[in-house]
């Protein structure tokens, strides 16, 4: 790559979010399930199950030339943790019970430690001048946004009867690092992973 190159590189700016990457058969197992739901309800959309995720920190617009310091400073935060289990809970949503923005799937398992390593995430970004979220860290996995309405011959049911309706299985798994994802608008899945950071 010429000088210029570099340049443009540098002065890019990408989308950023840190998060804890689903297992390709959790992906999976979240996936038939929602597709007993979708055939009940309308969202504007639904979340390829590639791009199932938690999220720990969103960073928004961030320059290229700043990822660097952000890897390091994300490395060492992931060398303070060992491995620990997840599970998939409950379903929920955000916003009006009508008319919800979201649809996710709660967890359960060592919830505390999700906690801890989101906390320890903000702290070590904070330092490279990204802000943390001002409302309090609700860990989930989005399913679907902005919900339409009912579909045909399901008058009589809102998203809360719909979602009370299914008790799946709860599949679990050892989360073992986190992900540096970027947002690809219009692209299917949209978000790609930048770099991995392991536990110890």
Do not use: C
């Not at 979220?133 to 339409?148: G, I, M, S």
């Amino acid at each position: 790559m010429n000088t210029q190159g570099l340049q443009e590189h540098a002065s890019r700016r990408e989308r950023l979010f840190i998060a804890v990457r689903l297992p390709g058969s959790v992906q999976q197992s979240l996936h038939m399930q929602t597709q007993l739901i979708r055939n009940k309800l309308d969202f504007r959309k639904w979340t390829d199950y590639r791009d199932y995720h938690i999220t720990l920190q969103f960073l928004g617009d961030t320059l290229m030339s700043d990822v660097g310091h952000l890897r390091s400073a994300l490395h060492a935060t992931a060398t303070q943790f060992n491995a620990f289990d997840l599970k998939l809970d409950n379903w929920g949503t955000f916003g009006l019970e009508e008319t919800p923005k979201v649809l996710w799937r709660g967890v359960s398992g060592d919830v505390e430690r999700l906690h801890l390593l989101q906390k320890e995430i903000v702290k070590a970004t904070t330092s490279l001048g990204f802000e943390a979220e001002l409302r309090a860290y609700r860990p989930h996995v989005t399913v679907a946004r902005k919900y339409l309405g009912h579909l045909p011959d399901m008058d009589n049911h809102g998203v809360s009867d719909v979602i009370s309706d299914h008790h799946f299985h709860g599949d679990s798994w050892s989360v073992e690092g986190f992900v540096l994802y970027v947002t690809r608008l219009g692209q299917t899945p949209m978000y790609e992973m930048l770099d991995t950071f392991l536990f110890s």
